[in-house]
Structure formats: C-alpha cells, structure tokens
C-alpha cells in the first residue's frame, strides 16, 4: 500500500467531467468551485437531475448530452452506482480524448476494474474516496467532505501522468491518497466501511424485533453507532452485491466476535470479558 499526502503541484486549470454526480460527485464539483478554478461540467441522467445540478452546482455546466460534456476534458469521473458503470463506460467511450484520464468514486473495485479496464485500458484509474453521510442526493453534497479524508486509487499499467491527474485532483479538494490493488482494496473497505453497515442495520433490526418504541429512549450511543443503518437501500444493496465475498468474509469473523462474547458472558467470565472489551479499547485508540 503506497500513501500520498495532499502535497502535489495542483493543477492551475484543468477542465473535468461529472457524470451523474450525487452526494459524492456533487460535493466534488463543490469543493473545485471553492478550491479551484477548474472548469465543471456535469452530466444530468434526465431533465429532472439536470435542474437539481443547475440549482446546486451553479455555475457548473449541466447537460443531458454527453456529447456537449465529454470532448474537450481531461479527468472523467463516474459517480453512478457501481452496478451501471460498465453500460455507462461504452456510451462515453467514443467520446473521451485520447489524453485524458477516467476514474470513478464506487466502493467497490474488482469488479469496475475488472469491466472497465478493457474498455478503457491503461487510461482508467480506480478511485473511491472515504467520505460520505447517512444522506444520499445531490441535496446532500458538502464543499468540505473531502477535507482531510482518505481517496483509495487502484491503479494497474497506469501512465504516471493519467495516474497524477487524479492525485492531483483528491489533493486539490484536500484529500490524500493511498495506492493499493482493487482486491486489496475490497477486502478493506469490507470490513471498515461495508461491515459497519451491516452492522448498524442488524443493530436496528435486533431492537425493532423487540419493540421500535424503545429507540425513542435511546442516548447518543445507540443513535451515533445507527446513524448509518438511514443509508439508501438501493445503493446499499448494490455495494453488498458487487462486494459479496469479502462481505461474507466480514461478517463470518464479527460472528466469531460476537460468539466469543456470547461465550464469555454465559461463563459469567469476567476476566475474559474484561479482556474482551480491554483490546477493544485499545484497538479502537490506532485510529
């Protein structure tokens, strides 16, 4: 794993293309209208999302036509659920110059590598910044997001130069960035981002087999620890599908975890519940 710091050389002007932006790619075009003055362009899937990005993204320039938003620029990104990359990706393809760059932002990557690397070759770079809100939507995109955040790249055959466009771009919203493969990778964010989820929603569900009135009595612990579980289901569902593997994996040993304490506390153990939650804290002090 190679880790960047947001010290690049960004770029003066550079001109980009969002494509389908929602809370991630809009707090993207957000963050360059604040930080920088690259041009935004921005690529609406229908009327409706095309007049929420005017409104927002103003003054990005919006279209409905890929063909009045891909010629011309140097870094594509991708903002769309990871299941509709691949479509997306062959409609643009004829579109992108021969020098610039594509990326995206899902939270999956073996299998977007894995479909969009022959369509675009050694000119596609994996991306996934670790940022985000238990709120999806355009509606929802924050000029700070990225602001000291983590943006994992997966590059492969990558041209240093296609590969330092993107840095530059996470350098230049405040993020940095971190190198690793696309396997590395979902195997990583399964068990500190899409495990968590889980998680949450589990949590929820275990109180609401009970009684959901009893959530109303419930402090910040309960409510920070759920916060996420208010995700979108259809995205949610799409990430746990395209992840499934490393997933499963996660989940098998949080059973494990969750075993051993169920253990312990039939034993009425105290020490090793003692312990049990003892490198818990510890463990929990690395971040």
Request: net charge negative; hydrophobic share 45%.
């Amino acid at each position: 794993m190679r880790e960047d710091s947001p010290s690049f050389t960004v770029c003066s002007s550079a001109t980009i293309a969002l494509i389908a932006p929602g809370l991630i790619g809009g707090s993207l075009a957000l963050a360059l209208k604040k930080r920088t003055d690259w041009e935004v362009r921005i690529w609406a899937r229908d009327p409706a999302a095309l007049q929420q990005s005017e409104e927002i993204l103003h003054p990005a320039r919006a279209s409905l036509e890929l063909e009045e938003v891909i010629p011309g620029t140097k870094i594509i990104v991708l903002c769309t659920p990871v299941s509709a990359m691949g479509r997306l990706a062959r409609r643009i393809y004829p579109l992108v110059d021969k020098d610039a760059v594509v990326t995206d932002v899902g939270s999956v990557k073996a299998s977007v590598m894995g479909e969009l690397v022959p369509i675009f070759q050694d000119r596609f770079v994996g991306g996934h910044p670790m940022a985000g809100s238990e709120r999806n939507g355009l509606e929802a995109a924050k000029e700070n997001l990225f602001e000291n955040a983590v943006c994992i790249l997966t590059p492969l055959e990558t041209p240093h130069s296609s590969l330092q466009l993107v840095r530059n771009l996470w350098a230049a919203v405040g993020a940095r960035t971190v190198e690793m493969t696309p396997e590395a990778h979902d195997a990583a964010v399964a068990l500190i981002s899409h495990l968590p989820h889980a998680a949450a929603a589990a949590l929820v569900k275990a109180v609401c087999s009970q009684n959901c009135a009893l959530q109303k009595l419930s402090g910040k612990g309960y409510q920070d620890t759920t916060r996420i579980a208010k995700g979108s289901p259809e995205l949610w569902v799409d990430i746990f599908l395209e992840n499934r593997e490393p997933i499963l994996k996660a989940l098998a040993e949080y059973t494990s975890q969750l075993q051993a304490l169920s253990h312990f506390l039939r034993l009425a153990d105290s020490n090793a519940l003692r312990s049990f939650f003892e490198e818990a804290k510890e463990f929990r002090s690395f971040i």
